[in-house]
Every structure is written in structure tokens, then in C-alpha cells.
């Protein structure tokens, strides 16, 4: 780039303005621009104003595509900012912390990864490059990464300045944002572009970080009808996050992905990414139920309407970490694409006595885990729990339905179904600690019926009614369901929930 005083020159000798006047615009101009352009920068700037055209020297600029690994010192290289991958803190080996952080710039002969060491890093930390910009990096080097590719990095020595007004942008092609659906998001992705509709907006709250420093945060969450994903909003983010509204459709411009408490993936909105509202909405119009079927271990704020197919009794248990004594039961659900075991901890028990086969429930805000019987949905205490919802239609969700079937018929993953069977062998009764504490019991049992035979598993009281039911007695089942076990054979299971009359 010309230098300042050759451009101060340049201003005096072709607008007819006095230098002093020239430098007073220059100071306005960089006050104007926040302090985001070097003097060079706002010099230019003035001298476009003024219609003074500045020509810089060609030669000195090196496209990205003519990078090479002998180049020392690089004198001007020009990029557009194509995406953020991340910002690093270590440990320096003569003591103190080093920070670094690194992009991809692209131009017309190519890309290359970019990194912004020390001071330089704070452009980035701070928000002050945005994807799309141009960058114009003054004495940068070359090294190689490490798998082998060209980098060009900028250090004590070298320069970069954000937007330089010179810039031939024919030279940069565009960057087009590539929108990932939700489903197809991992942890550990770098610079995210996605798109959803708020289905839940958490209020801004402040945290002290290790080194005693306060941050801010918020949460939020999305869908765009494959799956919704928390978002969590990192400090200046933080207001503008809890402004959102539930309903408001939003593009989230780069982000970076990290897998959430409770597994599965959460998208995190630091300083460099954008938040842009694509639409308000006073009320959401997407369907914000997720279909059992689509349910996974690790999912958090998760809401969905289905019908109650069998109920356990209360548990009581004494909490490790207080010794307070909590609640816990168990209602297992179906909304036509699956079925799920639901458990309602403490204050949520009481929904017990209000509740009957077959009705409607709307649960909002649970979450997702897997415990010894598999997949299990919770309702904690951000819960909320509607029994038949009056402004939910009734034909929503099909009603309950009793399904008989015959032991040549099973299948892995039926639920709900009715069995009349046999009982063949009856295997000893053990003890097994639940998740919450208590102690339940667990028995096996091989049945039969005229079509064939089948292994089967009872668990906690159903345990209780057949541990010592004899060979050959005919027992009535609803309400069970079926897995594949270790030895691939389709096992039947029978919880809490179903409902057992033994022949006499």
C-alpha cells in the first residue's frame, strides 16, 4: 500500500486542500470508523470523499494461488473471508498465555487458511471481521499446516486491515452461506450456517469464568422440522438472544457446534457470529412435537404429544447428594410413530391420580436419557405436563387401541401389544439398582402359545407376580413390548406398566 504521508500529499496536491485540513479529515474519518481502519485506511477513505484517485503499486500484491513455502515475508496478500475456524489460547513455552486464531480467506486463483496471531486475534475475538469482508494482510508469512498445506500467517511484524476501500472486489469471488439442516449437525463443527423457527427463548444470565472475570449468556431453541438444537448465545450475543421470540424465524450465521450436557449437539454463538431474524411472529405456526419415533438419547427441552398406554406405581428414593427423600413414576406413551417410557420425578407424581389409559398429554421442556431398559424420556422440574389439552383436537393422536397378537407375529419394537401364553420355564429372580437408587427385581421366563415360543423379561412388580408362577399356568398380558436381545432373538418385556391376570 502507498504510504500515509505519500497519500497526504497526493490529497494537498489534487483536491487544492491544505494538509492541515487533510489531516483534520483523516482524524474524523478514523473517529467516524470507530478506530477500525489504520491511518492509511482513512486516508484513502478521505481521499475517495475528495474524489482524489490513488493508485498502489500492483506488484507488491501476491494472490493466494501464488503463495509459496519459500516466501519469508509476503508483501500484501487480499482475501475474502470465507469462514471462521476457531480461536485457540496455550500455554507459551517461556510462560504466559498465547492466543491465536484462524480463517479461511479466498480469492480468484484459490483459498488458503489464515491465522491471526497475538494481537491480531482480537479482530476476531471482538467481532471486528464478519464473513464476507475483505482482508488485506501487509508482511505476512508462509508456513506449512499440518497436513501439508499452504498457510499464510501474520504476526508481530505484519499488518491486517479489515475492508481496505482500494480493493478490487472482482478479484474475491462471493461467499455463499451453505445452511445445514439440524439433523445433519455434529459436535466439533467449526463455522455453522443454520436456519430454524424459535420454539423457546431463556432469559440473558451472567457467570464468573475461571480467572474470576463475569460473562454473560443465553439459551434458546430452534427447529426447522428434521429436529430442534438448543442454542446457546456467548456474551454480546447474550441480549440479543434472549430478545428473540418464540415463533420468530432466525438464520444463525457463524456458529460453531459442541456437544450439549446431556449428549447430543448445541450450536454456540460467539463474537463472531451474526444472529438475523428472518421474520417475526407473534405465535409459532411450525409443529414444535417431536414424534416419538424421532426420539434419541441426550435431547433436552423436548416436547411431545401422545397418549398414556399403562401407569407404575410411585417410588419413593433418598437423594445421594442431600439425602432428601424424592419421587419418581413411570407412564409409558404412544402417539401412532413409537412409544416411549416417561418418568415424572417429585412434584409431577401427582399427575398419577389424574390420569387414565388412554388420555392425551402434552409434555413440554423434558429431556432424553438412556437407562437400564433403554431409551427414557424425564419430566424434571422445567417440565410442564397438560392432561387432554382442550385446545389440542382430539383425532391429533390416534387413541389407544388394544393390540392381540400371537407369538409367530412378534416383532422387535412392537409396544403396547396383549399376549395370551403359557408359561414354559421360569427363571430365578435377581436384584438390580435403578438409576434413582432404589432396588427392583428382574426375572426371565420362556412362554409358549399354538403358533410358537418366545423368551420374555419382567421387570420390578411384574417381576413380583411371575417369579413364582408355576410351569404350565396360561397368563393374560397387556401392555407389554418387545427388544432384540443379546442373541438377536425377539424378546418380550413386561414393565411395571402392564397390566397381568394369572389363570387359576
Known amino acids: 500500500m502507498m504510504s500515509f504521508e505519500r497519500i497526504i500529499d497526493l490529497i494537498v496536491e489534487k483536491a487544492s486542500v491544505s494538509r492541515e485540513e487533510v489531516l483534520k479529515l483523516v482524524k474524523r474519518k478514523k473517529e467516524e470508523m470507530g478506530g477500525l481502519v489504520t491511518d492509511e485506511g482513512a486516508a484513502l477513505l478521505v481521499a475517495i470523499d475528495l474524489g482524489v484517485e490513488v493508485q498502489r503499486n500492483e506488484e507488491e500484491k501476491v494472490f493466494i494461488g501464488e503463495l509459496s513455502d519459500e516466501m519469508d515475508v509476503v508483501p500484501i496478500v487480499e ?83 479489515i475492508n481496505p476501500p482500494d480493493a478490487k472486489l472482482e478479484d474475491f469471488p462471493e461467499v455463499v452461506e451453505e445452511v445445514f439442516p439440524l439433523s445433519k449437525l455434529e459436535p466439533g463443527m467449526p463455522d455453522v450456517t443454520v436456519e430454524g423457527e424459535v420454539v423457546e427463548v431463556g432469559p440473558a444470565s451472567i457467570f464468573e469464568r475461571p480467572n474470576g472475570s463475569k460473562g454473560r449468556m443465553a439459551t434458546a431453541r430452534i427447529t426447522d422440522g428434521t ?14 438472544g434472549a430478545q428473540l421470540r418464540v415463533g420468530d424465524k432466525v438464520r444463525l450465521v457463524s456458529g460453531y457446534t459442541r456437544e450439549g450436557m446431556r449428549g447430543g449437539v448445541e450450536v454456540h454463538m460467539g463474537r463472531a457470529g451474526r444472529i438475523e431474524v428472518i421474520s417475526r411472529s407473534e405465535k409459532s405456526s411450525m409443529e ?30 433418598t437423594r445421594p447428594q442431600d439425602g432428601k427423600i424424592g419421587a419418581v413414576a413411570d407412564l409409558y406413551l404412544t402417539d401412532g410413530t413409537g412409544w416411549v417410557r416417561i418418568s415424572l ?29 433403554g431409551l427414557n424420556l424425564n419430566a424434571g422440574r422445567r417440565a410442564t405436563i397438560d392432561v387432554n389439552p382442550p385446545d389440542v383436537p382430539k383425532n391429533t393422536i390416534p387413541p389407544v387401541e388394544e393390540c392381540k397378537v400371537k407369538l409367530e407375529d412378534i416383532k422387535p419394537y412392537m409396544a403396547n401389544i396383549s399376549l395370551d401364553v403359557v408359561v414354559k420355564h421360569v427363571g430365578e429372580a435377581r436384584e438390580f439398582q435403578r438409576q434413582d437408587g432404589t432396588t427392583s427385581k428382574m426375572v426371565t421366563l420362556l412362554v409358549e402359545d399354538e403358533t410358537g415360543e418366545a423368551p420374555a423379561v419382567a421387570w420390578g412388580e411384574a417381576a413380583v407376580k411371575l417369579e413364582n408362577v408355576p410351569p404350565k399356568a396360561k397368563i393374560n398380558i397387556k401392555g407389554c413390548y418387545t427388544r432384540i436381545n443379546a442373541k438377536g432373538e425377539t424378546e418380550i418385556h413386561i414393565g411395571e406398566g402392564a397390566t397381568i391376570k394369572i389363570e387359576k
Not at 496455550?90 to 497475538?118: H, Y
Not at 438444537?229 to 441480549?239: G, L
Not at 419415533?293 to 399403562?310: D, E, K, Y
Open 79 to 161: 482475501g475474502r473471508v470465507k469462514s471462521f475456524l476457531g480461536i485457540k489460547r496455550f500455554e507459551r513455552e517461556g510462560g504466559g498465555v498465547g492466543v491465536m486464531a484462524t480463517i479461511v480467506i479466498v480469492d480468484r486463483t484459490g483459498e488458503a487458511k489464515l491465522v491471526l496471531w497475538g494481537e491480531h486475534s482480537k479482530i476476531v475475538e471482538k467481532g471486528q471481521l464478519r464473513k464476507g469482508d475483505v482482508v488485506r494482510v501487509v508482511k505476512g508469512y508462509v508456513k506449512r499446516g499440518i497436513f501439508g498445506d499452504l498457510e499464510l500467517h501474520v504476526g508481530k511484524l505484519g499488518r491486517v486491515i
Open 227 to 240: 429436529m430442534s438444537v438448543r442454542v446457546v448465545f456467548w456474551d454480546e450475543q447474550s441480549s440479543r
Open 345 to 373: 420425578w417429585d412434584r409431577h407424581v401427582n399427575l398419577l391420580s389424574k390420569v387414565n389409559i388412554g388420555d392425551l398429554l402434552r409434555v413440554k421442556n423434558a429431556y432424553t436419557r438412556e437407562d437400564t431398559f
Open 288 to 317: 414444535t412435537y417431536t414424534p416419538l419415533s424421532q426420539l434419541h438419547p441426550g435431547m433436552s427441552s423436548v416436547n411431545v404429544l401422545a397418549r398414556v398406554t399403562a401407569k407404575t406405581p410411585v417410588r419413593t428414593f
